[in-house]
């Protein structure tokens, strides 16, 4: 609570964007205890809140990630008169670690090898890269191949870097729509990294927070969504009485003696074929969402 009180309320003299200011509102409101709706971007910023006032430092860098590309972070405020720049991240406690965001030029290659090489260094916090769309990381594959999934067993070099890969087949096109899921599982060996598709906050949550607390460190690549960044998780207690799973069952399900079919899944197409099987009330069909998908 005392996370969300400081990163909606902006200073007097300060004066954002409208639009910015409806959403601070709503934010401010997703841990009412009667309705709760905490939704990715306020996953994260909580994961991100937590580390900070633990003096864990989080460094992001990407493609209009102080925004985020579908406008739902907006971790970077913008004051609407004067320009100035306001991260109510970085204004939790006097005694915080700091949120550094870097809005970066779209060269992945050279913004991808720099952070992983951060990653390596920095070993008390986290570092993260967005990409724009999932698509574009191919233009860092050299660094992914050489580096990310390998730089382990070659060298002993770990690092904790977290890419987040926005994906989804959701009418943007051919360039905006699949991280290429497949070439990471292709590089999965000896447990060199993680490949995740979260379908809710909380997993978001306590996969961030992993990277940071685990006794080891591993790279994670996450499948990040697009259609379902604003879609809100109802259950406060996932995020303060549970952690992470790598698989959830289909908690509907309370005689397993009736299930003619498993179906498993990831990510955004869980929520569809949910809204399939109440549509035609496939009471037979269990729905069991694989989170992690490497290390299985």
């Given at each position: ?8 309320a902006v200073p007097s003299g300060f004066t954002p964007n409208p639009k910015v200011v409806e959403l601070l509102v709503r934010r401010s409101k ?267």
């Amino acid at each position: 609570h005392s996370i969300v009180s400081k990163i909606t309320a902006v200073p007097s003299g300060f004066t954002p964007n409208p639009k910015v200011v409806e959403l601070l509102v709503r934010r401010s409101k997703m841990l009412d205890s009667q309705t709760p709706a905490i939704d990715w971007a306020m996953g994260e910023a909580l994961a991100f809140g937590s580390m900070l006032l633990d003096k864990k430092t989080v460094r992001m860098s990407g493609q209009d990630c102080g925004r985020g590309t579908f406008s739902h972070r907006h971790a970077i405020l913008h004051d609407y008169n004067t320009e100035e720049q306001l991260v109510l991240l970085n204004h939790l406690s006097e005694e915080q670690a700091h949120l550094w965001l870097y809005n970066s030029p779209l060269s992945e290659f050279a913004v991808l090898g720099f952070e992983y090489g951060y990653s390596a260094i920095s070993t008390d916090g986290l570092t993260l890269w967005e990409a724009q769309f999932g698509d574009f990381t191919n233009g860092a594959q050299v660094i992914i191949d050489q580096f990310i999934s390998s730089a382990e067993e070659k060298w002993g070099q770990v690092s904790n870097l977290t890419m987040l890969l926005p994906h989804g087949y959701e009418g943007q096109g051919p360039e905006h729509s699949s991280a290429r899921l497949e070439r990471f599982l292709q590089l999965c060996a000896e447990d060199n990294m993680f490949v995740c598709n979260f379908t809710t906050p909380a997993q978001y949550f306590h996969a961030l927070r992993r990277q940071v607390y685990a006794p080891y460190r591993k790279p994670m690549i996450v499948m990040s969504p697009k259609g379902i960044l604003r879609q809100p998780i109802l259950v406060l207690s996932e995020f303060t009485d549970r952690q992470f799973e790598e698989i959830i069952d289909d908690q509907a399900i309370t005689n397993p003696e009736t299930v003619r079919r498993v179906i498993f899944c990831s990510g955004k197409v869980y929520y569809d074929l949910l809204a399939e099987r109440t549509k035609i009330e496939a009471h037979d069909v269990a729905i069991v969402r694989v989170e992690q998908l490497y290390p299985f």
